[in-house]
């Protein structure tokens, strides 16, 4: 009977000694933070990671640029739809869900390139790798820097993963701060991106991106002695080169070809990784949401006039720029967006040359005209742009007809401050200044309560 | 169960005939009479013997003799034997003999004929009473006499939730005990209801009570639900205080229902049958308007949306000058508006509806001697559903066997389960093929099936193409819910072994190894015969798509006790010192495959794998306990208890916690004072404080995880790389929710508990919730676990009950009340307010300081804008014109914004839940009915956006025809214009689509029949008993939707409680039931 007892009690010792392990379960089936990021092939799967975020980019960028600008408009709204009538009417309300989760994706993909580049210089493999991983990780995160910079103005600048109450304090820095830490990590990136990759790495970004997109970053500041500087030395490489068509960029069967510099990537077949066909649309009768006004800025002999037009496929009307044939599998559509390509290079080049002094029948003219005679237009000489200015204007309205949908246009007028005048002039939208920002999602400011740290957009209280 | 209510019969002499006894004890009583009476008196007398239904003989019976004809009448009691005797009884005929006493339902036994020289005897055997201060009443780890509980607790015997026609032991213990909800949000065949034990005290972290079976502690509910019979229970128990509950440590703070199973009890082999068989039908159908009035709804939208957009314009301009598509009328419905007959109408509701055959069988074995007990039973269950190609099947076995040999004592529980389930889905919305709300929306001049016999998929976007009328794409539901299988088996096994050794006199130690083992699989096909959603697929065949999902769960727990109990004069001694250690592991995975070369073989590998998934979750816990009680002279009653609690779940720096309690009773009515008050029979003050915890969130919440997050590289078209990234961010302090909460409450009972009462008051506050807080989107995430922020339960509940005997009638009223508050006092550092939304971005839920979790907070429509003058008086939206709702200018600007004339318009906790059950009993005849009901809470209806949105895109209820026309023709004043493009923000989620649920319902309706005894006696049986039942029969309310109940996604997330998006109606049903016992 006491050795019951005694029994008993020597079970609960036992048990009791083994408490410590018993209590600490490790989840078996995901990794953790705490024991991963060791390997190369960690911090490759977690750089993928970061690229991952940016397949959210299409549905943002469309709705708050496309629609946004003068490129797509809505009649009237469904239920489903209010939000996006509202970006585009500029009806604008911080408790816009689009615009909340184009934030939130944003930062999303800064923190996962925050988990690598506060981490790799600790990490144990070759160095030239560590270099490509921290390069691409800095080109992402500056790649979402530079939309969040020129959405919302003043930004947070969060350069490594931070807890909760670490994010109250950090409030709204300067935007020409977030523009120079953008510029940061893109003179890193582009000095650690090799110029191409071979086999399943290619498509990750390379040294041209990280200088296209720091020539943007440039350009919107109006750093016009930089931007010749970085353009020279892309052009000079002579990676890219325009394709005989516009239309050939956008061929779904011809994806990363010599014009693109840098994509967001698809493929229909991968489930998850296709994307709806973009644009397309089922009535015949109120056929698009193209703008009226984007249509007649074509000529009739622009052979670009036609990608923004439908061509039936089954049921529906495929938007010819992103037409692709569904995959029978996941009726999906697999094309790439295009972030950046060489035409936008060479529009670049033409209006930094102009603006750093017009010079009739210059390489900027030569720029400029690569362009338009591809789209079968005749090429600009001196007598039809005499000045600086003329100039000037044919470049953005060239831009406007070569990147249609390509999510350029809103952010180009912002940058030309030209968004009052032409939604004025083509969308009949009387808009405010303040509307070139996007008011802060309410969301976040409810989170913070703190308006001296993280307040709104001016305009937008 | 023998129903041992009789005696022997008058005899001659000293030979007496009895009828229904246990011999030995009857040649007892025998010997004892020959003993006693023959010294005392011979001739004119009565004695008997008073005894239980375990035949133990029971002292202090009160025992009356009456004679209404001569006025006679006597009384004695009992004595220590269980003996009593009358003597010197006057002659004649016509004497009744009644038993009573606190402890025992009264009988009566009347007829007697007293002659000279003869010895009435009677053998008496007393059923314990209802309310039975003495009885037994299962606690955490132990049970204690109802007269020394001093927590709350309510009981429910399993005797009272027999008869009711429903699937599970949780839907019939609705509106049986004050504080517990029972929440039918669905009525999906073979799910359980939501249990609510004193509100919502957790915002996150779960609001399911712990469900412990026959002392093993269940993660789910569903499993109890899954295993158990209720025709296998004896009692529930459901621990409602933190100090009844806080020997569960840090799973008590939702409550804990024990469930005790019954056990053999010591006699001959017992065998009963149990069934019912019956048909259950929809509770209700909404009123929808049929072809013609939804064509004439649906011209007058586009009409309006014409008109709005075109100067000028004229309801008369035909249909090809309209520059959109939404601006005109499909040309299938002008037919309809001319009214040419005999066109198609179809009822989508009576299309999926259907009456349900249901059924339910169980056969049970029991019986035992003193030293072995069993109890064995078996069942089977049906349940169709009333959504076709629905319906559920349970199979279940039960063995508990007890044995006893000297000191030691083991035995074993177990219950194996295996269940089939058919699924359709029916809760959500059109645009997830949810097919009740596709029922609603769709229009009804598409037909079922075409010509040819197959489905008809009109509905799918044939108004789309071509020109896009802008009407929303639903594919025909019938097909829906016909074509695709979704098919679930689950094995679940539940049991115990235990041993218990009486190590000295009155110490016990005991041990038991419990377990739970479940398994599940899901089988799901989607055929090419049924369409993809969407006009761009419209009745094109579909690739064939198939899921396959399986999960293995074990969860042991080993408990050690160690019990002893003594008495020392007047003072007793209770205590419990335990160890216990649980672990439980889930691994499921999922494939699902595509390009199905035909439909013909539905299984996965039939098709090419297009996706795999799977996951381990493990948790462990690890517990001490220790409870002390005393009780001085039956008057004085003290628990204290402790439960240590340590957790995996928990960050590495928090991972245990103590989880004490104590309470107090005063048994005032057996006080020297009042002990002369013969009326009352129990009087208990009770108070007790206590902590307990909730552990309810995620295995690894603390930890940062890594999710795949892939990404197409490579040359080519590419191909999918593996990405992993973070999916939440690490919180090393991550610990338990708190809940401290106070109770204090009264028993009082009258008159030999003919009346009871028993009152609660409570305050519960939740401190440190597991909250997913919002935190900025700068972390990378919007929201992470973690300790923040307290909320207040706090309420009163009270019930009675009436006992009473009138005539042959035996009446038994019990009405229970609970009223129930729900506050937060703080969130967070800044108290920052948590806005969510569910079902549309703008339904917005607030969880604030001050208001009830998740309260609505919306627009508040004050009416309509029912002429333009209107508009321009009023507050608006830019938008807004006449026939568009008006809304309330919250911040008093004079204009309507969106975001800022939101307030608080509703929340989705009742002020007061009730129940009431009555029955009456006359001689074979029981009649049974229970009313439940909850009262002062809205539903936030978002069905209405579509069934109720007059915009013509989508069939609306027939109320619709009331709508707003003209300024002249104002409607109903509660509905809007009719309008394809709405206007005004007619269409955002405001008080119009909030409604209140308040209800009452007819629970439960049971007539039975008890054959006479002696005609069993002739068939051979103990009982025999026939009834009718009816489930769910009616319900009041002034809710327009099916189920006042209602709660898409409140159970998973707190913080959106009471949305309605289309969910499974509930059924009522009607069966017929026997209960056989040999």
Redesign the interface.
């Given at each position: 009977?006491?050795h019951?007892?005694i029994k008993?009690f020597f079970?609960?010792v036992v048990?009791n000694s083994c408490?410590k392990s018993?209590?600490?379960?490790?989840?078996?089936?995901?990794?953790?933070?705490?024991t991963?990021y060791t390997t190369s092939a960690?911090y490759s799967?977690?750089?993928?990671?970061?690229?991952?975020?940016?397949?959210d980019y299409f549905n943002i960028l469309i709705e708050m640029m496309g629609y946004r600008s003068d490129e797509l408009s809505l009649?009237?709204?469904?239920?489903g739809t209010?939000?996006r009538y509202d970006i585009d009417k500029f009806v604008d309300?911080?408790?816009n869900?689009i615009i909340t989760n184009a934030?939130?994706v944003f930062?999303?993909g800064?923190?996962?390139c925050?988990?690598i580049t506060s981490r790799i210089n600790n990490a144990t493999f070759s160095d030239s790798l560590k270099k490509r991983y921290e390069g691409e990780a800095k080109f992402l995160r500056a790649l979402n820097y530079y939309y969040i910079a020129q959405f919302w103005g003043n930004a947070?600048i969060?350069a490594e993963?931070?807890?909760?109450?670490v994010?109250?304090t950090?409030g709204r820095a300067d935007v020409t701060q977030v523009y120079n830490f953008i510029e940061q990590d893109l003179i890193t990136a582009s000095q650690y991106l090799p110029v191409s990759y071979t086999?399943?790495?290619?498509?990750?970004a390379t040294n041209g991106a990280a200088q296209a997109l720091l020539t943007k970053v440039y350009l919107l500041q109006k750093k016009y002695t930089l931007v010749n500087e970085v353009l020279n030395n892309l052009i000079a490489k002579n990676t890219y080169q325009l394709l005989p068509t516009t239309a050939a960029v956008f061929d779904a069967n011809n994806?990363?070809n010599k014009e693109v510099i840098y994509a967001i990537?698809?493929?229909k077949?991968?489930?998850?990784?296709g994307h709806g066909?973009w644009l397309?649309?089922?009535?015949?009768?109120?056929a698009t949401g193209i703008s009226k006004s984007l249509i007649s800025a074509y000529s009739n002999t622009d052979n670009r006039r036609n990608l923004i037009r439908f061509t039936k496929q089954?049921?529906?009307f495929a938007l010819n720029k992103f037409n692709d044939v569904l995959s029978?599998?996941?009726?999906n559509a697999?094309n790439d967006y295009i972030l950046l390509r060489y035409a936008d290079v060479l529009l670049m080049q033409a209006e930094v040359l102009n603006e750093l002094g017009y010079a009739a029948n210059g390489v900027a003219f030569q720029s400029l005209n690569a362009v338009r005679s591809r789209a079968g237009l005749p090429a600009y000489t001196s007598t039809n742009l005499p000045d600086q200015l003329s100039f000037r204007n044919a470049v953005y309205q060239e831009r406007r007809l070569e990147f249609a949908l390509e999510s350029q246009r809103w952010l180009d007028m912002v940058r030309t401050n030209t968004a009052k005048l032409q939604i004025g002039l083509n969308e009949l939208i009387t808009i405010q200044d303040y509307q070139n920002l996007f008011p802060i999602?309410?969301?976040?400011i409810?989170?913070?309560?703190?308006p001296g740290l993280f307040g709104q957009n001016q305009g937008y209280n | 169960m023998k129903r041992v209510n009789k005696m022997t019969k008058r005899v001659k002499g000293k030979k007496y005939i009895i009828t229904v006894c246990n011999r030995i004890a009857c040649l007892l009583l025998a010997i004892m009479c020959i003993a006693s009476v023959g010294k005392a008196q011979s001739g004119n007398a009565a004695i008997g013997l008073v005894k239980n239904e375990a035949d133990t003989v029971l002292p202090s019976i009160n025992v009356t003799v009456k004679n209404n004809k001569t006025k006679f009448s006597a009384t004695t009691t009992t004595d220590e034997k269980g003996m009593f005797k009358f003597i010197k009884l006057p002659i004649g005929t016509g004497f009744t003999f009644s038993f009573s006493n606190v402890n025992y339902q009264s009988q009566e036994f009347t007829g007697y004929q007293v002659k000279e020289g003869e010895t009435i005897t009677l053998i008496v055997k007393m059923k314990e009473a209802v309310d039975n201060l003495s009885d037994v009443v299962v606690v955490g780890y132990g049970s204690q006499q109802k007269n020394a509980v001093s927590g709350a607790i309510g009981t429910i015997k399993g005797d009272d939730i027999l008869g009711q026609p429903v699937t599970g032991f949780d839907k019939a213990i609705a509106g049986k005990v004050a504080g517990v909800q029972i929440l039918q949000s669905n009525g999906t065949p073979g799910t359980s209801a939501t249990i609510r034990i004193r509100g919502t005290g957790s915002i996150t972290a779960g609001n399911d009570p712990l469900v412990v079976v026959d002392g093993v502690p269940l993660d789910r509910l569903s499993i109890a639900f899954e295993t158990i019979n209720q025709n296998d229970i004896a009692s529930i128990e459901v621990l409602k205080d933190a100090a009844a509950a806080a020997i569960y440590g840090s799973r008590g703070s939702n409550g804990v229902l024990l469930i005790t199973t019954k056990q053999g009890e010591v006699g001959k082999l017992k065998i009963s049958y149990n069934a019912f068989a019956g048909y259950q039908a929809v509770t209700k159908k909404i009123s929808m308007m049929d072809a013609y009035q939804y064509a004439a709804l649906s011209k007058d939208g586009h009409d309006n949306a014409y008109l709005d957009l075109t100067l000028g314009g004229s309801a008369a301009d035909p249909d090809n000058t309209r520059p959109q598509g939404f601006m005109r009328t499909p040309i299938e419905l002008y037919p309809y508006l001319q009214g040419v007959q005999g066109l198609t109408n179809t009822n989508w509701q009576d299309e999926i509806f259907t009456k349900a055959f249901t059924t339910n069988h169980t056969l049970s074995l029991s019986g035992g001697n003193q030293n072995v007990k069993y109890f064995v039973s078996g069942n089977y269950l049906s349940q169709e559903g009333v959504i076709i190609n629905s319906g559920y099947k349970r199979y279940s076995l039960r063995t508990n066997l007890d044995i006893k040999s000297n000191k030691f004592k083991f035995g074993i529980n177990f219950s194996p389960s295996i269940s089939t389930r058919k699924r359709v889905n029916a809760d959500d919305t059109y645009s997830n093929l949810g097919i009740v709300a596709s029922a609603l929306q769709m229009s009804p001049t598409w037909s079922v099936y075409n010509p040819d016999g197959t489905y008809n998929f009109n509905g799918n976007g044939y108004w789309r193409i071509g020109t896009d009328y802008q009407h929303n794409e639903i594919l025909n539901p019938v097909a829906v819910a016909n074509l695709i299988k979704d098919d679930i088996f689950n094995i679940n096994v539940i049991g115990k072994i235990y041993g218990d050794y009486e190590v000295f006199k009155k110490l016990h130690y005991n041990v038991s190894l419990g377990g739970v083992f479940s398994s599940s699989r899901n089988d799901f096909y989607r055929p090419s015969t049924l369409p993809i959603l969407g006009a761009a697929n419209y009745i094109s065949a579909s690739n064939p798509s198939a899921r396959s999902s399986s999960n293995l769960n074990y969860n042991w727990v080993i408990e050690q006790t160690l019990n002893y109990k003594n008495k020392y004069k007047r003072h007793t001694f209770t205590g419990l010192a335990g160890f216990t250690s649980q672990r439980d592991y889930i691994n499921s995975y999922n494939v699902s495959a595509t390009n199905f070369p035909n439909d013909l073989i539905t299984a996965v590998s039939a098709g090419q794998p297009s996706g795999v998934g799977g996951s381990i979750n493990e948790w462990s816990l690890v517990s001490y306990l220790l409870r002390l009680q005393y009780d001085y002279a039956g008057k004085y009653f003290v628990t204290a208890s402790t439960r240590t609690d340590g957790s995996s779940r928990f960050g590495a720096d928090n991972k245990w916690g103590n989880f004490p309690s104590v309470s107090a009773a005063w048994k005032v009515n057996n006080e020297k004072l009042l002990r002369n008050i013969t009326f009352l029979s129990n009087l208990k003050l009770r108070a007790s404080y206590g902590l307990t915890g909730n552990f309810n969130i995620g295995n690894y919440e603390s930890i940062s995880l890594l999710t795949n997050a892939n990404y197409i590289l490579g040359n080519g078209n590419g191909a999918s790389t593996i990405g992993l990234v973070t999916n939440n961010v690490t919180n090393k302090n991550l610990g338990w929710e708190k809940n401290y909460m106070f109770n204090a409450g009264l028993d009082a009972g009258f008159w030999g508990q003919k009346l009871t009462l028993e009152l609660n008051y409570y305050h519960g506050t939740t401190k440190d919730l597991l909250l997913n807080t919002p935190i900025p989107a700068t972390t990378g995430f919007l929201t992470a676990r973690q300790n923040v922020g307290s909320v207040v339960n706090k309420g009163i509940e009270a019930s009675v009950t009436t006992n009473h005997n009138i005539g042959n009638f035996h009446v038994k009223v019990n009405a229970n009340i609970s009223a129930n508050t729900n506050e937060v006092t703080s969130l967070g550092p800044n108290n920052t307010p948590i806005i969510q939304t569910a079902g549309t971005s703008n339904t917005y839920f607030i969880t604030q300081v001050g208001s009830a979790i998740g309260s609505y907070y919306l627009l508040n429509k004050v009416g309509i804008y029912n002429t333009a003058a209107d508009v321009a008086k009023y507050p608006a939206f830019t938008s807004s014109i006449a026939g568009d709702f008006r809304f309330e200018d919250v911040n008093g600007d004079g204009m309507l914004d969106v975001d800022k004339d939101r307030k608080i318009v509703g929340k989705y906790f009742p002020d007061y839940t009730f129940g009431g059950n009555i029955s009456i009993n006359y001689k074979g005849f029981d009649v049974t009915a229970t009313f439940q009901g909850s009262q002062g809470y809205q539903i936030v209806n978002l069905q209405k956006r579509y069934i109720s949105n007059l915009e013509g895109n989508f069939n609306n209820t027939v109320d619709g025809i009331k709508r707003w026309r003209s300024e002249t023709e104002q409607g109903n004043g509660i509905l809007n214009r009719a309008n394809r493009k709405s206007t005004g923000n007619n269409g955002r989620t405001s008080t119009y689509h909030v409604e209140d649920g308040s209800y009452v319902r007819l629970q439960n309706i049971n007539v039975s029949y008890t054959l006479p005894l002696k005609i069993c006696s002739k068939l051979g049986i103990s009982n025999l008993k026939f009834y009718v039942s009816g489930q769910n029969l009616y319900t009041w309310t002034n809710y327009s939707g099916y189920n006042p109940e209602v709660n898409l996604y409140g159970n998973n997330d707190a913080l959106t409680p009471g949305v309605d998006y289309g969910a499974y109606p509930l059924s009522k049903t009607i069966v017929f039931g026997t209960n056989i016992n040999f």
């Open positions: 009977m006491k019951s007892i008993g079970l609960i048990f408490n018993f209590l600490d379960i490790a989840p078996q089936s995901s990794a953790n933070a705490e991963f960690d799967a977690a750089l993928t990671g970061c690229y991952a975020t940016t397949k009649i009237s709204p469904t239920a209010q939000d309300k911080p408790a869900t934030w939130t930062y999303r800064i923190e996962r925050n988990e947070p969060i993963p931070i807890s909760p109450s994010a109250l950090i086999g399943s790495d290619v498509g990750r994806k990363l990537r698809y493929n077949e991968s489930a998850g990784n066909l397309s649309t089922t009535d015949t009768v109120s089954g049921n529906v029978t599998t996941t009726r697999g999602p309410s969301s976040e409810q989170k913070y309560n703190n | -």
